[in-house]
């Protein structure tokens, strides 16, 4: 068992190291093909649609055909949809492969979680999670020092990517997997989590804005500034790291106190970087620990804002909850390549930082109010969780049953 999913691990983070890799480097290439604005908006965005598409879909696929089945067939959306992209240097097109690219990602990442959960003892879940996304930090960091290696005008690029999802292809279809059925849960109505957390639903979005319009955005602008791909690898790099260490600090402190005073705090603290990195120097030495500020507030907003929503709504809607606030997100990350691009080809790099800082200070001025308008939870019964700060963790409810239809392991 710990065989099979280490095997699985280890092919997701081929999966996240050619997913942060690729993210950053189509914004770099983007830069270069000079599509416009709006159009180089639409392209980065369109990623995200995707990636809300299939985290509402994706479940069905698996249940239907099973784990195996199922990764291999999102990893291969993943590669053909890579595959046409450097055939046809169109904005439309490009557009069109980012949406089955973030539909296959997310699908890969559904397909994962419900696996790893499957498999694990309810006594090894927490440890297996953390290696789980300890893999994925260290990949999305090495992803981006792949950026400074390889020629953004060439193919070459796209073709890592192929050859990494292919390679966690065969990874996971030549090992052995059971197929846990899908549990039934309690429905959410639409417009109950608005109205019992609406913290968490603002939280999620300003999340996906500022997070997607930092890391499709800010490469893009650093190298229309004649900045080096190293240093732009570097500087990614250390944001990726910077989310790593504020995870376990953040959520300690997020278990222990109101999570709205937390979850303020990150948003000030996140529009405090913004603000500093728009005034200091623009020397690599004097920006990178603003961007190690920035990374760890940015990632540890959405988590925050999970925890919160999950703390006011009943057990048996984990699921729905997750799945809603990943819509939400989703929205907030499509909306923000298309709007920071906006603002930053009529305002430049400062007006996109500017508008970052106060959609965050919007949230912090929120979570106050929210603080004056109610009282905390008696007791925090759902902890904080180490998120992918590109990926919003999905979770899938998803029971294993012996021969005799008892009960294995389930997930909450």
Same mark, same amino acid.
């Given at each position: 068992?710990?065989?099979?999913?280490?095997?699985?691990?280890?092919?997701?983070?081929?999966?996240?190291?050619?997913?942060?890799?690729?993210?950053?480097?189509?914004?770099?290439?983007?830069?270069?093909?000079?599509?416009?604005?709006?159009?180089?908006?639409?392209?980065?965005?369109?990623?995200?649609?995707?990636?809300?598409?299939?985290?509402?879909?994706?479940?069905?696929?698996?249940?239907?055909?099973?784990?195996?089945?199922?990764?291999?067939?999102?990893?291969?959306?993943?590669?053909?949809?890579?595959?046409?992209?450097?055939?046809?240097?169109?904005?439309?097109?490009?557009?069109?492969?980012?949406?089955?690219?973030?539909?296959?990602?997310?699908?890969?990442?559904?397909?994962?979680?419900?696996?790893?959960?499957?498999?694990?003892?309810?006594?090894?879940?927490?440890?297996?999670?953390?290696?789980?996304? &300890? *893999?994925?930090?260290?990949?999305?960091?090495?992803?981006? @020092?792949?950026? %400074? #290696? +390889?020629?953004?005008?060439? $193919?070459? !690029?796209?073709?890592?990517?192929?050859?990494?999802?292919?390679?966690?292809?065969?990874?996971?279809?030549?090992?052995?997997?059971?197929?846990?059925?899908?549990?039934?849960?309690?429905?959410?109505?639409?417009?109950?989590?608005?109205?019992?957390?609406?913290?968490?639903?603002?939280?999620?979005?300003?999340?996906?804005?500022?997070?997607?319009?930092?890391?499709?955005?800010?490469?893009?602008?650093?190298?229309?500034?004649?900045?080096?791909?190293?240093?732009?690898?570097?500087?990614?790099?250390?944001?990726?790291?910077?989310?790593?260490?504020?995870?376990?600090? &953040? *959520?300690?402190?997020?278990?222990?106190?109101?999570?709205? @005073?937390?979850? %303020? #705090? +990150?948003?000030?603290?996140? $529009?405090? !970087?913004?603000?500093?990195?728009?005034?200091?120097?623009?020397?690599?030495?004097?920006?990178?620990?603003?961007?190690?500020?920035?990374?760890?507030?940015?990632?540890?907003?959405?988590?925050?804002?999970?925890?919160?929503?999950?703390?006011?709504?009943?057990?048996?809607?984990?699921?729905?909850?997750?799945?809603?606030?990943?819509?939400?997100?989703?929205?907030?990350?499509?909306?923000?390549?298309?709007?920071?691009?906006?603002?930053?080809?009529?305002?430049?790099?400062?007006?996109?930082?500017?508008?970052?800082?106060?959609?965050?200070?919007?949230?912090?001025?929120?979570?106050?109010?929210?603080?004056?308008?109610?009282?905390?939870?008696?007791?925090?019964?759902?902890?904080?969780?180490?998120?992918?700060?590109?990926?919003?963790?999905?979770?899938?409810?998803?029971?294993?049953?012996?021969?005799?239809?008892?009960?294995?392991?389930?997930?909450?």
């Amino acid at each position: 068992m710990l065989l099979q999913i280490g095997t699985l691990i280890a092919a997701t983070s081929l999966v996240q190291l050619a997913n942060g890799f690729f993210n950053t480097f189509l914004s770099l290439r983007l830069t270069l093909e000079d599509f416009g604005p709006a159009a180089t908006g639409i392209v980065l965005s369109a990623y995200f649609v995707g990636f809300t598409i299939g985290a509402v879909s994706s479940g069905g696929v698996i249940q239907r055909v099973g784990h195996i089945r199922a990764y291999t067939a999102f990893a291969g959306l993943v590669v053909v949809a890579t595959a046409l992209m450097p055939l046809w240097t169109s904005a439309l097109i490009w557009a069109a492969c980012r949406v089955v690219i973030g539909i296959g990602c997310v699908g890969l990442f559904v397909t994962t979680e419900s696996w790893l959960n499957a498999k694990a003892m309810p006594d090894q879940r927490g440890r297996i999670f953390s290696t789980y996304m &300890v *893999g994925t930090f260290v990949a999305l960091a090495i992803g981006q @020092l792949a950026v %400074a #290696g +390889l020629t953004i005008q060439a $193919a070459g !690029a796209f073709q890592v990517v192929i050859a990494l999802f292919a390679l966690a292809l065969v990874m996971v279809s030549t090992t052995r997997a059971e197929a846990p059925g899908l549990k039934p849960e309690a429905k959410l109505r639409y417009g109950e989590l608005s109205r019992q957390a609406p913290l968490s639903v603002v939280g999620c979005v300003v999340s996906g804005i500022v997070t997607s319009a930092f890391y499709a955005l800010v490469p893009a602008w650093m190298l229309s500034n004649g900045a080096p791909q190293q240093t732009i690898a570097l500087f990614m790099l250390v944001a990726v790291l910077g989310g790593l260490a504020f995870q376990v600090p &953040v *959520g300690r402190l997020s278990d222990r106190y109101d999570r709205r @005073l937390v979850l %303020a #705090g +990150l948003a000030v603290g996140y $529009a405090a !970087a913004v603000i500093l990195l728009v005034a200091m120097p623009r020397s690599l030495l004097a920006v990178l620990p603003v961007a190690a500020l920035l990374g760890g507030f940015m990632s540890t907003l959405y988590p925050v804002c999970v925890a919160h929503a999950l703390d006011r709504m009943p057990a048996d809607r984990v699921v729905a909850v997750s799945g809603r606030l990943i819509l939400v997100s989703g929205f907030g990350s499509a909306l923000g390549p298309l709007v920071g691009a906006g603002i930053m080809a009529r305002f430049d790099i400062d007006g996109l930082l500017y508008f970052m800082a106060a959609i965050a200070l919007v949230l912090a001025g929120f979570a106050g109010l929210r603080m004056w308008m109610r009282e905390a939870p008696d007791k925090v019964e759902r902890p904080f969780e180490v998120i992918d700060p590109l990926n919003p963790a999905i979770t899938q409810t998803l029971e294993a049953t012996e021969s005799d239809g008892t009960p294995r392991s389930a997930m909450a």
